[in-house]
């Protein structure tokens, strides 16, 4: 299988051309030239298979340059059973017609950790496909979970270095932590002046300096991404969906053929990009319900075809979403537009002049029939926390109750109330251990140590803090540098090894 660019740029390349390098070179994102397709029997088949199993099944549809048993390396090596307990992703059952995909058990308690702690193996591989003889340099920017999920998996492999860059007052006290503690010889983390938006922008304009990247490619280094706009993070992401569907046919929640609803609390727009691609290979879907806090630019844009980030930038408690340029929404206008690159182009021209673009009715349609997009404020975020665990004694983080109130609303509508709905749940709660406590206590919650909130919320819900986090109290920063946003290149350039 080969992929193209969506800004259409570039040459038809190898996924592991696409994942060494990560961003095409036109700046348009590697998005692969057809969909492999699933059976029912394909599907139900998975029912026997171990996660590291299925995972294999979907990757080999993509990943046709690397071997059946690459692949099969690379998935033992990042889903070991110490990393992620016996069943990396369960699937919770809480309340009637509604199952939890866990997707924080892995050993960043975030999401991301499906992804990243597979990406390092499918880059080393890459770089010998390819001939890639270059140091790697993962640049990363993050809005909490992706860096230290990325650090956790780049650190000290060879041939790489990885930076990475956060909103230094946009990130929960936990998330902080757990990346200004990093070790690792090959790992540096910088905060900046800005929201996680600037980071992305300096990062994106990093990979597009076509003079800074030959001047260190004489130098002997090379530019990717462990962020989604990378081939090699999305595509691991579209295995969970078909795993969420097998377990709820072992459950007896579904038939099989059964069309169910995914509701994705999602700010960069990839896990719920991931989910579409599942459709788009024979998973029964009916919709995917996209959930936005306060930065509702999603919501907006599903509903009215209108992409407008010229608007207020809100912190809130959901913090990895809180994001007002959604990169991986780049995909999926290149598929609702026919894939004329030339137009998916011109929307991210215009958004960079002017802030603003307006996709066709044609492409508007396509989007509504398959996304569901609705917004929740922080009220409604801690109110659903504390009544889901008066009701049915589950803990909800702050994204994954995004998620559950989305749902709600959507389940208002007369004409699918009852359709079995899978929420992705993105992160540990005690990683934002202040807002669920306070929802669940309905009252302000407050401490110098940080640490100290998880243990009050391990006492008031019986949950055990994930041993990596708790190890976090002890470990020393490591990494306390702030810089401006607009000085990113200079700090990539100053430190490099």
């Known amino acids: 299988m080969v992929f193209v660019s969506t800004r259409g740029d570039a040459d038809l390349v190898t996924s592991a051309y696409a994942i060494n390098r990560g961003l095409a070179n036109d700046g348009g994102l590697f998005v692969p030239t057809e969909f492999p397709q699933f059976t029912l029997e394909e599907i139900a088949a998975m029912k026997k298979m171990?996660?590291?199993?299925?995972?294999?099944?979907?990757l080999k549809q993509f990943l046709t340059d690397y071997t059946e048993e690459e692949l099969r390396d690379c998935v033992n090596k990042a889903y070991t059973e110490e990393k992620f307990g016996k069943n990396p992703v369960p699937l919770v059952q809480v309340g009637k017609?509604?199952?939890?995909?866990?997707?924080?058990?892995?050993?960043?308690?975030?999401?991301?950790?499906?992804?990243?702690?597979?990406?390092?193996?499918?880059?080393?591989?890459?770089?010998?496909?390819t001939g890639e003889l270059h140091k790697v340099v993962i640049l990363v920017a993050t809005s909490g979970d992706t860096g230290k999920a990325a650090l956790e998996g780049f650190a000290d492999v060879p041939g790489t270095e990885i930076m990475?860059?956060?909103?230094?007052?946009?990130?929960s006290d936990i998330q902080k932590r757990q990346m200004t503690t990093q070790v690792g010889d090959n790992v540096k983390v910088f905060g900046i002046e800005g929201n996680f938006d600037d980071a992305q922008r300096g990062v994106k304009e990093i990979f597009s300096n076509k003079i800074l990247a030959k001047s260190l490619a004489d130098k002997g280094f090379v530019f990717s991404s462990a962020n989604s706009i990378n081939w090699g993070r999305l595509v691991p992401q579209i295995v969970y969906y078909f795993s969420a569907y097998v377990e709820a046919l072992e459950a007896k929640k579904i038939k099989l053929g059964e069309a169910i609803n995914f509701v994705v609390p999602t700010g960069n727009f990839g896990d719920i990009l991931a989910g579409y691609y599942a459709k788009l290979m024979g998973l029964p879907v009916n919709r995917l319900l996209c959930a936005s806090n306060s930065n509702n630019i999603l919501t907006d844009f599903i509903n009215t075809g209108v992409y407008d980030k010229r608007r207020?930038?809100?912190?809130t408690v959901s913090p990895s979403m809180d994001i007002l340029v959604s990169s991986n929404l780049e995909r999926l206008l290149y598929h609702v537009s026919n894939e004329d690159a030339s137009k998916v182009a011109g929307y991210m021209a215009?958004?960079?002049?002017?802030?603003?673009?307006?996709?066709?009715r044609a492409?508007?349609?396509?989007?509504?029939?398959?996304?569901?997009?609705?917004?929740?404020?922080?009220?409604?975020?801690?109110?659903?926390?504390?009544?889901?665990?008066?009701e049915h004694g589950y803990v909800l983080d702050?994204?994954?109750?995004?998620?559950?109130?989305?749902?709600?609303?959507?389940?208002?509508?007369?004409?699918?109330?009852?359709?079995?709905?899978?929420?992705?749940?993105?992160?540990?709660?005690?990683?934002?251990?202040?807002?669920?406590?306070?929802?669940?206590?309905?009252?302000?919650?407050?401490?110098?140590n940080p640490f100290d909130l998880l243990r009050e919320l391990k006492e008031k819900t019986g949950m055990?803090?994930?041993?990596?986090?708790?190890?976090?109290?002890?470990?020393?920063?490591?990494?306390?540098?702030?810089?401006?946003?607009?000085k990113m290149e200079l700090t990539v350039i100053g430190n490099l090894g």
């Open 350 to 360: 215009k958004l960079n002049s002017e802030g603003i673009y307006e996709v066709d």
């Open 164 to 171: 990475v860059f956060y909103p230094s007052e946009g990130v």
């Open 50 to 58: 171990s996660y590291q199993e299925r995972a294999v099944f979907v």
């Open 97 to 129: 017609n509604t199952g939890v995909l866990e997707l924080w058990h892995g050993p960043t308690s975030a999401f991301k950790d499906m992804a990243l702690q597979l990406l390092p193996h499918l880059l080393l591989n890459a770089k010998k496909k």
């Open 464 to 486: 055990a803090i994930p041993s990596r986090m708790a190890a976090l109290e002890d470990a020393p920063v490591l990494h306390k540098s702030v810089v401006e946003a607009k």
């Open 363 to 390: 492409a508007l349609a396509k989007i509504r029939s398959e996304f569901f997009g609705a917004w929740v404020d922080e009220f409604e975020t801690k109110e659903t926390i504390g009544r889901i665990y008066k």
């Open 398 to 448: 702050t994204h994954t109750a995004v998620a559950w109130r989305a749902l709600e609303k959507y389940r208002y509508l007369p004409d699918d109330p009852d359709t079995y709905s899978i929420v992705l749940s993105t992160a540990s709660p005690f990683k934002f251990a202040d807002s669920v406590l306070s929802a669940i206590e309905e009252r302000e919650v407050s401490a110098d």
């Open 312 to 315: 207020e930038f809100f912190k």
